[in-house]
């Protein structure tokens, strides 16, 4: 489901009726003018992670790519919670799209069904592989890289991997098609700081790392280096923590979760009501 509001004063919100059957949010953005968005996943269908930190989002996105827009909170909150009422699954995926092409400022909600990894894949560890590929404005979350990422998509087999790395031109990892990545060698954490997008589920597993003692390298991780982490995990509004023991079909340390991993998602569970804001 994908919903209109209109950046003029006085004009209704409006469910799209778009051309082709709308599958997932991937399907809905192809379909909207080009600008920027954020993603985020729902709790018990009137929370969500950090919202605000969503909306600051999506206005510096828009400014770094060129257009200056002021968003009105209040009114995105209320137009969610509508869109929420009016959807059917327990629990959504959430895109806030914003125009910056056909009518700067106007705001599309997508909805689509919101499936998490399995348990199993949150106690066995996911496979993952790397591509050579990066974002051309990083700090920037534009709607025309999730056409890039559905090429890749295209030529990957999902049912055997969970995620691309993006890997740079000097063999850096950068981060996932739709996630931020993290290495850990000798007890510390490891995660890019240039040439990624930020995302906000890697600011919170950062804040309970540092609560937990464990140190934070901000530096790339050298492709060559992947095979030497003792653990490494993937972080994304959907997926919170996900567990990586296999990295172009070569173990991770032992190839089975490690222990600060599961620190980590044990500790994210129990920070998570902190974090959740009222839609």
Do not use: C, W
Not at 68 to 88: I, K, P, Q, T
Request: aromatic share 6%; proline share 4%; no cysteine.
């Amino acid at each position: 489901m994908t919903i209109k509001i209109p950046v003029l004063p006085g004009q209704k919100s409006e469910i799209l009726r778009l051309a082709n059957p709308t599958l997932s949010l991937d399907d809905a953005s192809r379909q909207l003018p080009g600008g920027v968005y954020t993603t985020f996943r729902t709790y018990q269908k009137r929370y969500a992670i950090s919202l605000l930190d969503h909306f600051d989002r999506l206005e510096n996105s828009a400014r770094l790519s060129g257009t200056v827009v002021s968003l009105d909170y209040e009114r995105l909150r209320l137009e969610l919670r509508n869109a929420l009422n009016l959807f059917d699954p327990a629990e959504a995926r959430v895109r806030v799209s914003v125009d910056l092409t056909v009518k700067p400022g106007d705001v599309y909600l997508s909805l689509e069904e919101l499936h998490t990894p399995s348990v199993e894949q949150y106690r066995d560890g996911v496979a993952v592989i790397t591509r050579k590929m990066h974002r051309e404005n990083p700090v920037a979350k534009a709607t025309n890289f999730i056409l890039e990422a559905e090429k890749v998509r295209h030529e990957v087999d999902f049912q055997e991997i969970n995620e691309v790395l993006m890997i740079s031109e000097d063999d850096h990892v950068l981060e996932g098609l739709s996630s931020n990545f993290f290495g850990i060698q000798n007890e510390t954490l490891i995660t890019a700081e240039e040439g990624i997008l930020p995302g906000i589920t890697r600011k919170m597993v950062i804040e309970i790392a540092h609560q937990l003692g464990y140190f934070v390298a901000y530096r790339n991780i050298r492709l060559g280096e992947l095979s030497r982490l003792d653990e490494a995990f993937i972080t994304s509004a959907s997926r919170a923590i996900l567990p990586v023991t296999r990295i172009n079909n070569r173990p991770v340390g032992t190839g089975k979760v490690g222990n600060i991993t599961r620190e980590l998602q044990v500790a994210f569970q129990k920070n998570l009501d902190a974090s959740l804001d009222l839609i």
